[in-house]
């Protein structure tokens, strides 16, 4: 699938603190931890997501996005 800009955040959830759970269009999961402030990781049920993993680029970029907004309302 090529995400471009179809992709998009279909549903977040605030799991427990410091953690949010993102459900994507194309049905893939990211987990995100913040902490201190910033983001501290990312994740799948699996396993780690480096920040430039190119395979979740537009997830991570998405995820970025909501944080920011949220920072800077």
């Known amino acids: 699938m090529s995400h471009g800009e179809n992709l998009r955040i279909t549903h ?3 799991y427990q603190r410091g953690e949010y759970r993102f459900t994507f269009s194309d049905g893939k999961m990211v987990r ?3 902490a201190m402030g910033g ?3 990312y ?3 699996l396993a780690d ?3 430039d993993n190119p395979r979740y680029a537009e997830h ?3 995820i970025n996005q909501w944080y920011e907004e949220q920072m800077n309302p």
């Open 12 to 14: 977040r959830l605030k």
């Open 32 to 34: 995100c931890f913040v």
């Open 39 to 41: 983001i501290a990781g």
């Open 43 to 45: 994740a799948t049920e």
């Open 49 to 51: 997501i480096e920040a």
């Open 60 to 62: 991570l970029k998405l």
